[in-house]
């Protein structure tokens, strides 16, 4: 039973900004050893879903639920520690750290106390521990960028900030991955790199949801498919279904 394997599931979430409903009754779930993608049109809704899945909105309606707990109406922060781990469209790259320092930073980079320290310059911030930096070795191996690691973080091209966003999303070992257009930017390279390290996490079994436009990289990589127009779940399937279903191709992909 699907159901019984899920390990993020939000059900019947709805979300309106003034009289904009952004969400409505969307339901999807999410299981570990398995990509699951949002597509849909722009505006459809996928980063407000990102966004109150990481507790950054909260619900107006609706439950979200990692392993079985509630996380709906926790802050960010506490739902970063409940193991839900994303990565932001713009990638936020820290001004002044190395590539290393930056990975090193990110497990920080969500936690309160340490961004309170981090703002106040605290030396607590900048307490990495031998484990922090192997830990940021392994993730910005996986992501390709070892020989880059003694470079200015902010220096990068945009293509390897990306890949950083994604490494330093990786510390803390996430039970959960938010990929949030990862690989609007890259380019061919860089995405096969990235394609395989998604299927890496997949099968080391991390729950990856991805939010991507770009359609072949999606029916490469993921098992599940959700497609949100207006708001909505218009449809749901493998990328088997999606792809031979000629109306949501159509109406809601423009394919
Ligand atoms: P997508 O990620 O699919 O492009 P979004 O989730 O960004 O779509 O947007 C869905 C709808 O919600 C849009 O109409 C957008 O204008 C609106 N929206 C998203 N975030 C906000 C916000 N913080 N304030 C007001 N409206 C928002």
Request: hydrophobic residues 40%.
């Amino acid at each position: 039973e699907r159901r019984e394997g899920a390990l993020l599931r939000t059900d019947n979430v709805s979300k309106a900004f003034g009289g904009n409903q952004a969400l409505s009754d969307v339901s999807v779930e999410a299981k570990p050893g398995a990509v699951t993608a949002i597509i849909g049109p722009n505006g459809s809704g996928k980063t407000t879903l990102l966004n109150m899945i990481s507790g950054f909105y909260r619900t107006d309606q609706g439950t979200i639920t990692i392993d079985g707990q509630a996380v709906h109406g926790l802050s960010s922060f506490r739902v970063a520690r409940s193991g839900v781990s994303r990565t932001f469209q713009t990638p936020n790259v820290p001004e002044k750290l190395t590539v290393l320092e930056a990975v090193e930073a990110g497990r920080y980079a969500r936690d309160r106390s340490s961004i309170l320290a981090a703002v106040l310059r605290l030396p607590s911030y900048w307490r990495v521990t031998r484990d922090d930096r192997i830990e940021a070795e392994r993730a910005l191996a996986l992501v390709g960028l070892s020989e880059q690691r003694h470079a200015m973080a902010d220096s990068l091209p945009l293509g390897n900030r990306r890949l950083l966003e994604v490494a330093r999303s990786l510390v803390g070992s996430p039970k959960v991955l938010l990929l949030d257009e990862v690989a609007s930017g890259l380019d061919e390279d860089e995405i096969e790199v990235l394609a395989s390290l998604i299927l890496r996490l997949r099968d080391s079994g991390m729950t990856v949801v991805l939010v991507e436009h770009n359609f072949r990289l999606v029916l490469r990589l993921a098992d599940v498919i959700y497609v949100l127009a207006q708001g909505k779940v218009m449809a749901q399937g493998t990328p088997d279904e999606i792809e031979n279903n000629p109306r949501v191709m159509e109406e809601y992909l423009g394919v």
